[in-house]
């Protein structure tokens, strides 16, 4: 079956320190976003990605990057973790932009910046 | 500026129904979708309006006013496993979901 998934799914960090978190899908689908979430609000779109090669920022993008190097895969690199980064975090893939195209969820990385 | 708004937290009873809430602004309408979160979960797809009236499935139907910028989600025959976050999610001009924070449904015997 075809799945999304998250690694680490838990990850203790220090200020200052690079972080990379990894998404990976078997859906072969062209998006690819990432999201925060914390208490008492939406999820935020922090990148998103419509194919590879192809990266773009979203609401909450400064601290953090993308990159698309295949179909599967879209890394996101906390360049310089700060506290206001700890927060649990979101990949999702889609087939295509618009309409009706549900977004499938990977089951969450909880990162704690201390 | 771009907003979506439904309750923090309802209780509701076990084999009861529920209607959950869901106001919006946003640039442009693609769109609404709800999702269900279960506590240390994944959002999941639960519905999607794009047209104005009610969509059903199942015990779950999701109904769509574009002119008054209102959506809600109706659970009938409430489960124990019902127990969740419903999130509702608007698809704006440029194709990007807009969430609000989600409701915390809880489902008292």
């Known amino acids: 079956d075809a799945e999304i998934t998250q690694s680490p799914r838990h990850k203790i960090t220090e200020t200052g320190r690079q972080v990379t978190l990894a998404c990976h899908q078997t859906?072969?689908?062209?998006?690819m976003f990432w999201y925060r979430q914390d208490l008492g609000h939406g999820l935020r779109l922090i990148h998103y990605s419509y194919g590879v090669q192809d990266t773009n920022k979203g609401e909450v993008s400064d601290g953090y990057s993308v990159s698309r190097s295949n179909t599967e895969d879209l890394p996101l690199t906390l360049e310089s973790a700060a506290s206001s980064q700890t927060s649990v975090y979101f990949c999702a893939s889609s087939e295509s932009a618009g309409g009706y195209n549900e977004q499938f969820f990977g089951p969450g990385t909880r990162l704690t910046v201390l | 500026g771009q907003n979506i708004d439904q309750p923090t937290e309802m209780t509701a009873t076990e084999g009861a129904i529920v209607q959950i809430n869901c106001t919006y602004q946003?640039?442009?309408?693609?769109?609404l979708f709800w999702y269900q979160q279960h506590a240390g979960e994944a959002p999941t797809f639960l519905s999607y309006?794009?047209l104005d009236g009610l969509e059903e499935k199942g015990r779950f139907s999701s109904f769509l006013s574009r002119s008054k910028g209102y959506s809600y989600l109706l659970l009938k025959e409430l489960q124990m496993k019902d127990s969740a976050s419903y999130l509702c999610?608007?698809?704006?001009?440029?194709?990007?979901?807009?969430w609000g924070a989600g409701t915390k449904l809880i489902i008292k015997p």
């Open positions: 946003t640039s442009g309408f693609n769109g």
């Open positions: 999610a608007v698809m704006d001009s440029n194709y990007q979901l807009i």
């Open positions: 309006n794009v």
């Open positions: 859906w072969n689908h062209n998006n």
